[in-house]
């Protein structure tokens, strides 16, 4: 009978072992969703800032000045 009560406590204890398993992949994999989304957001900003930014070698005509830093 002893036999039988620790295969029973060890099949529990797995059980549970297994249930907080699920649950922490459920959150890492909610977590990963969660930072794609950001990233995607990112890209998408950063595709929007070059698009606004002049290209280097336009040619067009540039103050000296703007490129000082502030504190000259």
């Known amino acids: 009978m002893d036999t ?10 797995l059980e549970i072992k297994a249930s907080f398993t699920e649950d ?5 994999n909610l ?4 930072q794609q989304e ?5 890209l998408r900003q950063v595709a929007l ?5 002049p290209e280097p070698g336009t040619g067009g005509a540039r103050n000296l000045r703007d490129e ?3 504190h000259y």
């Open 4 to 13: 039988s009560q620790d295969a029973h406590r060890r099949l529990t204890e």
């Open 24 to 28: 922490l992949l459920d959150q890492l």
């Open 31 to 34: 977590t990963i969703y969660r």
């Open 38 to 42: 950001q990233i995607d957001s990112l």
């Open 49 to 53: 800032l070059r698009q606004q930014s």
């Open 68 to 70: 000082l830093p502030p």
